[in-house]
């Protein structure tokens, strides 16, 4: 997301989305069923120019990958 993929993003957002509403079943499901692709669709604009903000900044950059390490370790 940071180095300006979100284009791609959502356009595979949008497909899907579209997907879901076009299908004659998805008209029928309960809007709940997809709120988390729903919210990924709104996030990932702003997700990607505050990533953006952080990988720019060094000190910030170490950080977060550091934090992201420990993070990963800890969930492994």
């Known amino acids: 997301m940071s180095e300006e993929k979100w284009k791609q993003s959502l356009a595979i957002y949008s497909v899907m989305l579209a997907a879901y509403f076009m299908h004659p079943f998805g008209r029928m499901l309960p809007l709940w069923t997809i709120l988390d692709v729903l919210f990924a669709f709104a996030l990932i604009y702003p997700t ?10 060094e000190l910030i950059s170490k950080l977060f990958k550091s934090f992201f390490t420990m993070f990963w370790y800890g969930v492994s």
């Not at 990607?48 to 900044?57: A, C, E, L, Q, Y």
Request: charge should be positive.
């Open 48 to 57: 990607s120019k505050f990533g953006r903000k952080i990988f720019n900044d």
